[in-house]
């Protein structure tokens, strides 16, 4: 059994637990930090029922905390149906909206009003809606709808609760609308009409709002904007470049901002003035967010944190600088952590880079050359990978694996610039980045050459595919998670989810240049008659991301074209993109993806 440290928020206090024996979360509140388990909101096993996957999406609980919205998808569609109970007596009103994009709604002032957003055909978030409590969903208000097949719609709510927010953002430009929470049934209110290359968020923050943007300023600044002109902006926090800010969230006596730095993240206390603080956590390769944070008016600021050697940590920053307060720290029983130990190393790429990358192992392991190691990478999409703590990972590390997190250009750790240059028609500067970390494991006797095993999911499943179609000696063993390996196929078919949008990521290969360097990677058009690394490939019957027959149809190729390779394929029957939603699934899966890592090394030293 396990409980979040609770959360307080208008008077009430939040919580989750598990318990011993139940896939999912239970979610409760008390008056107090000590009866915040009392009463419940929503048992995770109860609405799963008997299906074999389950996923809450919305959990909002009304001002006047009287009711929850609340959505939930059953079969990893990513399709959810969106109802609100009445939290007095459980029970579920009539107003029941089907097929909502996930997560994304907003409560008016009132609670007369819930705002929420639907996906197109091609599961593209596109229309916000307004549905009166109480009413049916046929009688809902569409209050705003982007045409642009590139942008993704989103909506929420100020931390101070006087504005309801609507984004719509491609990948490469946003813009915001406002509405007032006292008057919601008012027209939007456009922020700043979109510009190409132009990127922007919002938060209110007293009399202004304040806006975190890319305007000439690559790394992004901080402006502020008055509330009755938000488009006339004025520079508050300076860009500097190489300091990537990535957070900037506002509360009644201050603001925290989160900044990604030499591969680092860093948060800080900002005044009105413009000065901050950053706030000390350790001095290892470490993650650090923002927690949950519901009230505006605060006199601490509850974060999270975590490294390769640290369990998930949540602490309290009191606003008169006193110092840390650690609230809770995830337990790992009979394991003695301070065995463990990380280290921060840079890999010189092909043209001189020098790529990041965390690394972890027993203390116990010697730095000869003779440790196996597993590589995990990501690199797209600007999506920075903090290191973080897993006790499943421990396993690895007692057998003598050293475990290597890799930072490549396509993700943002080093800033906007990092992303750029593996992006586009710069996209295999990830894929030889991976590479080069690789190597230089090797070379530096972190790991033997031999028994290099390397992991992604997703865009990091093309990395993975794109790395041993390049050097297949390269690993011993490679893990393809859900992998996005039929690049040039998905990517001219624009009736596909996400096909549009993605253009500004990876190019339109129905058109050159990209249509020949999209080719030139991708790993399901370079899987040739050649022996690779021992492989094993997952999918997801109902992945709306990553259809299911992407990874089946390169598991097919690679059996035809290289019939020594061992190729393990596993598809989800009953889940979509994120694999098995129920804890003891996720534990029973992660335990055969390490099995095959161990395995895969273990084939080398047989052989």
């Known amino acids: 059994d396990d409980s979040s440290y609770p959360v307080s928020h208008a008077g009430w206090w939040y919580q989750s637990r598990t318990e011993t024996g139940k896939a999912y979360a239970i979610h409760t509140r008390g008056r107090t930090s000590d009866t915040a388990g009392d009463q419940l909101l929503i048992d995770e096993n109860i609405e799963a029922g008997d299906n074999e996957y389950f996923s809450l999406g919305a959990f909002d609980v009304s001002n006047n905390a009287q009711l929850l919205a609340w959505s939930s998808d059953t079969d990893g569609s990513e399709h959810y149906q969106l109802r609100i109970r009445d939290i007095a007596t459980g029970l579920e009103l009539a107003d029941v909206i089907p097929d909502t994009a996930y997560g994304g709604t907003a409560w008016s002032a009132d609670d007369v009003w819930l705002f929420y957003v639907l996906p197109d055909e091609q599961m593209r978030p596109w229309q916000v809606w307004r549905h009166r409590i109480g009413t049916s969903p046929a009688d809902d208000v569409m209050v705003y709808e982007d045409a642009d097949e590139r942008f993704f719609v989103g909506v929420g709510a100020t931390r101070s609760g006087a504005w309801i927010t609507i984004e719509t953002s491609s990948k490469t430009s946003s813009e915001i609308w406002l509405i007032d929470a006292v008057n919601p049934t008012t ?45 006339t902006w004025t520079p508050f926090i300076s860009h500097v470049a190489g300091e990537r800010i990535t957070q900037f969230e506002c509360f009644a006596t201050c603001a925290v901002m989160q900044r990604w730095v030499a591969g680092q993240q860093i948060l800080s206390i900002v005044h009105r003035d413009g000065t901050f603080a950053v706030m000390p956590i350790m001095n290892e390769p470490h993650e650090i967010e923002i927690d949950a944070n519901p009230d505006y008016d605060t006199t601490g600021i509850r974060v999270s944190y975590q490294s390769l050697t640290t369990p998930n940590t949540t602490a309290l920053f009191p606003l008169d600088n006193s110092g840390l307060v650690t609230l809770k720290q995830t337990e790992v029983r009979s394991c003695d952590l301070s065995r463990y130990v990380s280290e921060r190393r840079w890999a010189p790429s092909h043209d001189g880079t020098l790529v990041p990358c965390d690394i972890v192992r027993h203390v116990d392991t010697p730095l000869d050359g003779t440790a196996p190691a597993v590589v995990y990478v990501y690199g797209a999409y600007e999506i920075s990978i903090a290191p973080w703590f897993s006790i499943a990972r421990l396993s690895l590390l007692d057998r003598g694996f050293v475990w290597v997190l890799a930072h490549p250009r396509g993700g943002g750790e080093m800033g906007r610039d990092w992303y750029l240059d593996g992006k586009l028609l710069q996209k295999r500067n990830t894929f030889i980045d991976t590479n080069a970390v690789a190597q230089h494991l090797s070379a530096e006797g972190i790991c033997d050459a031999n028994k290099i095993v390397v992991r992604g999911g997703s865009a990091g499943g093309l990395t993975v595919g794109a790395c041993i179609t390049m050097e297949p000696s390269l690993y011993a063993g490679a893990i393809a998670e859900v992998p996005f390996v039929d690049v040039v196929s998905t990517m001219s078919d624009p009736s596909l989810p996400l096909t549009v949008t993605e253009w500004e990521e990876w190019g339109d290969p129905r058109v050159e240049p990209f249509a020949s360097y999209i080719e030139s990677y991708s790993p399901y058009d370079n899987t040739t008659a050649h022996s690779y690394p021992q492989l094993y490939v997952t999918a997801g019957l109902n992945d709306p991301r990553v259809s299911y027959h992407e990874p089946a149809k390169w598991v097919a190729r690679m059996r035809q074209v290289s019939p020594e390779t061992v190729v393990v394929f596993k598809c989800e029957m009953g889940a979509g993109h994120g694999g098995p939603s129920g804890r003891y699934d996720q534990w029973r899966d992660e335990a055969q993806t390490l099995a095959f890592a161990i395995d895969s090394v273990s084939s080398v030293t047989q052989q």
């Open 187 to 231: 027209a939007a209110m456009c922020v700043r009409p979109r510009e190409d290359d132009v990127e922007y968020t919002l938060d209110h923050w007293g009399d202004v709002f304040a806006i975190a943007t890319n305007h000439e300023a690559v790394d992004f600044q901080v402006m502020t904007a008055p509330i009755d002109s938000p488009a």
